[in-house]
């Protein structure tokens, strides 16, 4: 098992897997063996790399009854145009990927104890918790990552209005993010 860069933030989490029979022995092995056997490393990378050993059932049903989140189906990129989708994938672990009609955003949480963290990083939307998988959120950083243009362009100047409306400017502007 690969040493945290970080042991004090994400050993309580992995004993919390580890305790709801989520990351069972052999689990924790076969993603360590996929790894590569890493000397040290975060627990976001241990368990998207894990993405296809963890079993869903197990790692949604503690989600949803250990720290509150919902399935609202599988989470599928959605972000297209919408101001928090511009530019590279944010740091962490829990992803928005789409916008409500409410304004409020979904989120797809990888790591429960970061929600304080990613709910700064939003701002003032309302976050509704969405139980993802590992699988789903690697999916949904790789969309993320593949924004029409974004490699090639520089991020966007972000402006506000005068009505507090968050605008784009041209320069480095990329498809879907307007």
């Not at 989520?22 to 056997?37: K, N, Q, Y």
């Not at 740091?91 to 949480?109: E, F, K, Q, T, W």
């Not at 972000?158 to 507090?164: I, M, R, S, T």
Request: aromatic share 6%; with cysteine.
């Amino acid at each position: 098992m690969m040493h945290f860069v970080d042991a004090a933030r994400d050993s309580p989490l992995l004993a919390e897997l580890r305790d709801e029979g989520v990351l069972a022995p052999d689990v924790v092995s076969r993603i360590d063996e996929a790894l590569g056997r890493p000397e040290t490393g975060t627990l976001c990378d241990f368990l998207l790399a894990g993405a296809p050993f963890i079993p869903e059932k197990p790692w949604l049903s503690w989600l949803i009854r250990r720290h509150g989140c919902h399935r609202f189906g599988r989470a599928l990129w959605c972000g297209d145009g919408e101001e928090w989708a511009c530019g590279e994938a944010p740091p962490g672990s829990n992803l928005p990927y789409r916008s409500c009609a409410d304004g409020s955003i979904l989120v797809a949480v990888l790591r429960p104890d970061l929600m304080d963290a990613t709910a700064a990083r939003l701002g003032s939307r309302r976050l509704h918790r969405a139980a993802a998988t590992p699988a789903e959120i690697r999916a949904l950083r790789s969309a993320w990552n593949r924004l029409p243009g974004w490699d090639a362009l520089a991020p966007p100047a972000v402006l506000k209005d005068g009505v507090g409306k968050v605008q784009h400017g041209t320069v480095g502007l990329a498809q879907g993010c307007r």
